[in-house]
């Protein structure tokens, strides 16, 4: 059984940081492009961060560009997302999720396979 389970949001201040974690179990880690998508209230779910499956290649939406990183530990089968200078409009639940390769637009939300449940980040001004 595939699982993905988030950890590590929670309530910040504006300019402050959060790391968020994704443990994956139930199927080979190191054959999926893994990424980060954000939903705010409202709003349509929307892509953050991917990692290619050997990490190597990153990818972020222009907002975070400079703030975020994200990285990979196949060792370990999680994720991770570095989040730095936060600002109130990074506020949203964060889920990651998982492409089987190979994979086309690892921007694109239809590509991703599997998601976790999600992890709140709020960011007060």
């Known amino acids: 059984q595939v699982q993905l389970v988030e950890s590590g949001g929670g309530l910040v201040q504006a300019g402050g940081s959060l790391r968020l974690s994704c443990a994956a179990s139930?199927?080979?880690?190191?054959?999926?492009?893994m990424g980060w998508f954000r939903q705010a209230p409202g709003r349509e779910r929307e892509f953050v961060a991917a990692?290619?499956?050997?990490?190597?290649?990153?990818y972020y939406t222009d907002s975070v560009k400079g703030r975020f990183t994200i990285s990979r530990d196949n060792a370990k089968n999680t994720v991770y997302l570095q989040m730095n200078r936060l600002k109130p409009e990074d506020t949203a639940v964060y889920y990651c999720?998982?492409?089987?390769?190979?994979?086309?637009?690892?921007?694109?939300?239809?590509?991703?396979?599997?998601w976790g449940q999600g992890t709140q980040v709020t960011v007060s001004s």
């Open positions: 990692i290619s499956w050997g990490g190597v290649a990153t």
């Open positions: 139930g199927y080979t880690f190191s054959n999926y492009v």
């Open positions: 999720a998982a492409a089987r390769v190979p994979v086309g637009a690892p921007t694109a939300r239809q590509n991703y396979d599997y």
